[in-house]
């Protein structure tokens, strides 16, 4: 079956450390990528998406994330996390011929001061 | 514009009742989904639509459940009867095809 995932449930970080959380999926053929951000309380909002071409990505508030295709990857980075970074972080895949979204099962983010 | 609509935003009611929740898709976009997010299961699509017509309902629980989308700006999830298990948060976004979707503000649905 299709499936996406996210190896970190939950990340402990100090503010400043650098931040990559891990993402893969089983698709094969051409997929788009995405990774979402969950504040506390919140609504799911767009951190950065990957349709074509290069494959790093860069998204707002300092994320980034790179497509490894041999790899069937798309892992979130940002090089210095801050307190309100403190979020779930989702995955999530379109595979080919279809309009749905696989999210992964997220990764809770704690920075601490 | 101002986003994804949904209401209401915090529901509680008693078990065995009828529960509607209600959402606006952003003006424009041609998909509507539904999700519904808990602890223990995640993000899950229930169904979703395409100019108004449902899709793919695979993912909803079971016959309590279903799902209307009358015209292009509307569209409601109704439970009935609403059980316990049911609690969550109740998510709709909506999107142009192929891009992005964009998420609702959630309906936190509590039933006793």
């Known amino acids: 079956a299709q499936s996406v995932s996210q190896h970190n449930h939950h990340v402990i970080l100090s503010e400043a450390a650098s931040l990559e959380l891990g993402c893969n999926y089983s698709?094969?053929?051409?997929?788009?990528l995405f990774w979402y951000v969950q504040y506390p309380g919140q609504h799911l909002q767009l951190l950065l998406k990957?349709?074509?071409?290069?494959?790093l990505v860069k998204g707002i508030k300092g994320f980034e994330a790179e497509f490894i295709k041999s790899k069937f990857s798309f892992n979130l980075r940002k090089p210095s996390v801050q307190w309100s970074d403190t979020a779930e972080y989702f995955c999530?895949?379109?595979?080919?011929?279809?309009?749905?979204?696989?999210f992964g099962t997220g990764t809770r983010l704690q920075v601490f001061p | 514009d101002a986003g994804v609509i949904q209401s209401p935003r915090h529901e509680v009611t008693e078990m065995g009742q009828e529960v509607t929740l209600r959402c606006k898709p952003i003006?424009?976009?041609?998909?509507l989904f539904w999700y519904r997010q808990t602890m223990m299961r995640g993000l899950e699509l229930l169904i979703y639509?395409?100019?108004?017509?449902?899709?793919?309902d695979s993912g909803m629980p079971e016959d309590r459940f279903s799902a209307k989308m009358p015209n292009a700006s509307f569209s409601t999830l109704k439970i009935q009867p609403s059980e316990p298990r049911d609690s969550a948060v109740y998510f709709c976004?909506?999107?142009?095809?192929?891009?992005?979707?964009?998420f609702g503000p959630g309906t936190r649905l509590t039933v006793l």
């Open positions: 976004a909506s999107s142009f095809p192929g891009d992005e979707q964009f």
């Open positions: 698709y094969g053929g051409t997929v788009n």
């Open positions: 990957y349709f074509s071409g290069d494959p």
């Open positions: 999530a895949v379109r595979g080919p011929g279809t309009d749905k979204l696989i």
């Open positions: 003006s424009g976009h041609d998909y």
């Open positions: 639509f395409n100019n108004n017509v449902p899709i793919d």
